[in-house]
């Protein structure tokens, strides 16, 4: 399959939103930008075309994909019960990078949910993202356009990189604002529990509902906990870069200083060091590839950058990476959650 790619203004912002519409109506495969990171889309409705997903990102059939819908009337048709705090924070956070879990009426195909009884949805905030729902006029279901285990795309090249030559399209919007994927609130409990943190923060909802409970899995329970988390997609080993990749708590000096020394002992191993702004005087040696990840003042511009980082390790093929922790708080909490993910939970604590 020929795999096509489409800027936004060509031929024109019209025309790509209706191949892209047609594209998924026939049951066909779409990447097209959000707000957090490109999705892979296929009409939601059509079990068939989402079986496509699962196929192109190899993804294992018991991790169940998120609706995009573009209304609120889209939503009605789609799930059973709207809870009062459910309305209350799409009120406060949708459009945008909040997806919550519903239960579902039977008009969703299997597959979407892999089997459970609940469905995810989430509206974008990305005005392309929504016109092509609209005009396709179906919810689309879409995970992140990324080979399952590879860090999620944030630039249409990184969807390119993955998935050339196995789906119909490729919509380029430019790089995605928010670089970590939705925030996802599973609000068939009460209280609500999150399940994935990303572009909502914690503090974000707590201060809206009062009592947000979190899924133990994200807070490093039990092994027993995180091998049966609520949410399937937490258990696998996500984002994770092809290099080993290390992460180092504590302070920042002593951080710099023990990365230091690893990069002396190591003369023959290619190591990339995933710095910050305000680090990146503090290291003495020179490792194969330095990356500033951007301030530890603007965490937003962290998270925009991450996963665009750990492809570029891969593309310089290093050996080793070694990267800076952050503290859990806000959109840090999102952020540690994707770089615990890509280092398989080995950390050098306590410098
Ligand atoms: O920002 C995003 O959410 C991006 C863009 C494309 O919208 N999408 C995304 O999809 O990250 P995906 O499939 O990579 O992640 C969806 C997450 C997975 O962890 C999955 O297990 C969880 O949502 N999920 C989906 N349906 C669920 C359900 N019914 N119950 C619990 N968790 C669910
Ligand atoms: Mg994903």
């Known amino acids: 399959m020929e795999t096509k790619v489409l800027k936004l203004e060509s031929p024109t912002y019209q025309e790509v939103i209706e191949k892209g519409a047609m594209i998924i109506k026939n049951g066909g495969l779409v990447a097209f930008p959000t707000e957090t990171v490109y999705g892979l889309g296929a009409n939601g409705l059509d079990q068939e075309a989402v079986c496509k997903i699962y196929e192109a990102k190899g993804r294992p059939s018991d991790n169940p994909m998120i609706l995009h819908i573009s209304s609120r009337e889209m939503l009605k048709k789609l799930v059973r019960d709207i809870p009062k705090a459910a309305e209350d924070c799409m009120d406060m956070f949708w459009p945008g990078p909040l997806t919550m879990i519903f239960f579902k009426k039977d008009i969703i195909p299997e597959k979407v949910c892999a089997g459970l009884d609940t469905v995810a949805i989430r509206m974008p905030s990305d005005s392309f993202a929504r016109n092509l729902i609209e005009g396709s006029g179906v919810p689309i279901a879409a995970p992140s356009a990324n080979t399952s285990g590879r860090p999620s795309p944030t630039k249409a090249s990184h969807v390119l990189e993955d998935m050339a030559g196995k789906i119909d399209l490729i919509v380029d919007g430019g790089p995605t604002e928010v670089g970590i994927e939705s925030t996802v609130l599973d609000m068939t409990v ?10 909502v923060t914690l503090e974000d909802l707590k201060a809206l509902l009062g009592e947000v409970d979190v899924d133990p899995a994200l807070l490093g329970g039990k092994p027993k906990e995180v091998l049966h988390p609520k949410s399937p997609g937490q258990k696998y080993k996500h984002y994770a870069p092809k290099a080993e990749c290390l992460l180092f708590a504590g302070n920042l000096k002593n ?85 615990l993910k890509a280092c398989g939970g080995k950390v050098v604590l306590g410098l």
């Open 255 to 339: 951080v710099a200083k023990e990365v230091d020394k690893r990069i002396k002992e190591n003369p023959n191993k290619k190591i990339a060091v995933l710095a910050t702004e305000e680090t990146l005087d503090l290291y003495r040696e020179k490792p194969y590839l330095m990356i500033n990840m951007g301030s530890r003042e603007h965490l937003q511009e962290i998270a925009h950058n991450i996963f665009n980082a750990l492809r570029e390790c891969d593309e310089a093929e290093v050996d080793l990476i070694y990267v800076e922790g952050f503290s859990f708080q806000g959109m840090g909490q999102g952020i540690m959650n994707r770089l």
């Open 190 to 199: 009460n209280p609500p529990m999150l399940l994935r943190p990303g572009g």
